[in-house]
């Protein structure tokens, strides 16, 4: 069954040639670009949201991702994608 989000753990941390502030981070075989300041490191636990989840906007836990992830669908409502 899937599961809108989940506790994992880092398994590699690379830098992005060129790039000051971003690192290419790999959870649970992903690969998924953050941010150098986060200081991520391998071991560390991180939430991981699946793939074209879509969080609702009423909960007001994911409100930090309003303003680069807030959508507005005619079939899925208002949330967070």
């Known amino acids: 069954m899937r599961k809108l ?7 590699a941390v690379e830098a992005i040639p060129n790039s000051d502030n971003l ?4 959870v649970l075989g992903w690969a998924v670009v953050t941010r150098k300041d ?6 560390d636990r991180v939430v991981f949201f ?14 930090f991702l309003r303003q680069s992830c807030f ?4 079939w899925q409502g208002s949330g967070y994608r």
């Open 71 to 74: 959508k507005e669908t005619a």
């Open 50 to 63: 699946e793939i074209d989840s879509f969080l609702p906007a009423d909960d007001s836990r994911f409100e």
């Open 23 to 26: 690192n290419v981070t790999t």
């Open 38 to 43: 986060e200081n991520l490191q391998v071991g």
């Open 5 to 11: 989000a989940t506790v994992q753990k880092v398994v």
